[in-house]
């Protein structure tokens, strides 16, 4: 079934930017520890195996939070830039990995306006931020604008819901979406080349659906 969410005929109300920053405001105090039972490690490095990664790529995390894909990408990278909406969820991030310097740089931003230039980064990841863009083609585009021909985007969002009940709870709130308006939404982004993959915890092994798009060589 096709989310009619995704298809934008309603925003859910996390879907709006200035609500969606009041509740990380105070989803911030205690993301981190419950973050691991939808997002965990495993999941995060499966998504990332889904990459070809150097040490020496530039990677964006975007809608980077408290910095849990920042931690991961770091194992494989020299240097991650993160970018959010929420100088709240950035706090957190800042007092793990510090403001400025080092092997992260982070900036308060808007995935629907990304302050890079075109072709700025070999890598473009967003785990967990998709769900809050009230535009999401729009943002998709403009991560296929900053990312070098040959380049990676990995989105990752949570996938539609079978239940009825939840269907309903999911368009309320957020964007949730399916594998057929993932390929509608990637392809109004002007990708062509990109794969989806079912992941989550034990529980519930089909709660987010990954994205790996590449950017086509000129």
């Not at 981190?32 to 939808?38: E, G, K, L, R, Y």
């Not at 991961?72 to 991030?93: F, I, M, N, R, T």
């Not at 990841?125 to 990995?154: D, F, M």
């Amino acid at each position: 079934m096709m989310a009619s969410n995704a298809l934008h005929e309603s925003m859910g109300v996390l879907e709006n930017k200035s609500r969606a920053r009041t509740f990380y405001k105070y989803l911030s105090k205690v993301y981190d520890q419950i973050n691991p039972f939808i997002w965990n490690e495993e999941m995060r490095t499966e998504a990332i195996e889904m990459l070809d990664l150097d040490p020496d790529d530039r990677v964006l995390d975007l809608g980077c939070g408290t910095g849990f894909a920042t931690e991961g990408l770091l194992e494989h990278v020299d240097h991650v830039y993160g970018l959010d909406q929420s100088p709240h969820q950035l706090e957190k991030a800042y007092a793990k990995f510090g403001r400025t310097g080092g092997s992260v740089t982070f900036q308060l931003g808007d995935a629907e306006r990304l302050p890079f230039k075109t072709n700025s980064f070999d890598v473009v990841w967003s785990s967990g931020s998709i769900e809050y863009w009230p535009n999401p083609e729009l943002a998709l585009r403009e991560c296929r604008r900053i990312t070098k021909p040959g380049g990676q985007v990995l989105i990752v969002g949570p996938n539609y819901p079978n239940s009825s009940v939840f269907q309903k709870l999911a368009d309320a709130i957020m964007l949730f979406y399916d594998r057929e308006e993932a390929d509608r939404m990637f392809r109004d982004a002007g990708f062509s080349d990109f794969e989806h993959r079912m992941m989550g915890p034990s529980y519930n092994p089909e709660i987010a659906i990954t994205t790996v798009a590449q950017v086509p060589e000129e």
